[in-house]
């Protein structure tokens, strides 16, 4: 995870713990073009697919929110909504630019079990989708996400070099 100067993400590290198992990390964003004319609505999507039979010990899904960052005016309309399959897990919708950055700053969902709801071939489907409706031209928003698994309590978890992203490289240790 990519850190502002003085802005530390605890929460996100707490919850995730020393050596999660990570599936995804990603970035959702909307901004128009800085001569557009009107009313635009831009809309992002993150979709993943996680194998739980590759984790050591399968746990809760979480997703961390980080690093909301507002371009020019902002926006005047934000949804966000995470999907498991079929199924709306969160969704969300703002008209405020600091509710919007009050909640894709430094915080975590936890979405349940990773076993549950997984499609017929047992793999677990998410798809993370923002729309965003920006406030006039040049204007925009974005955050980082995270998604992964902490280690259950006094499991033996894989060293942070055997993530495929790298705890490290997010951030974590160094």
């Known amino acids: 995870m990519a850190r502002a100067a003085g802005q530390p993400h605890s929460a996100i590290e707490t919850a995730f ?3 999660p198992s990570m599936f995804a990390l990603g970035q959702l964003a909307g901004a128009s073009a800085a001569g557009s004319t009107g009313t635009q609505t ?7 697919s996680v194998d739980p039979s590759e984790l050591v010990v399968p746990g809760d899904l979480l997703v961390g929110l980080y690093g909301a960052s507002v371009l020019g ?5 934000l949804t966000f909504e995470i999907e498991r399959g079929s199924t709306v897990l969160d ?5 405020s630019v600091s509710a919007a950055q009050t909640y ?3 915080d975590e969902l936890n979405l349940g079990s990773v076993m ?3 499609n017929s071939n047992g793999l677990l489907d998410l798809t993370f ?6 406030a006039g031209a040049g204007a925009g928003f974005s955050f980082g996400l995270l998604v992964g698994d902490p280690p259950a309590a006094g499991s033996a978890a894989c060293l942070p070099s055997e993530h495929p992203l ?4 997010m951030g974590h240790g160094a």
């Open 166 to 169: 790298g705890w490290a490289a």
């Open 73 to 77: 005016a902002g926006l005047t309309k």
């Open 104 to 106: 894709f700053s430094h």
């Open 116 to 118: 549950t709801g997984l």
């Open 17 to 19: 713990g020393a050596s």
């Open 91 to 95: 969704a969300q919708s703002f008209t």
């Open 42 to 48: 831009e809309i992002s999507d993150l979709t993943v």
């Open 129 to 134: 989708k923002l729309g965003v409706t920006e």
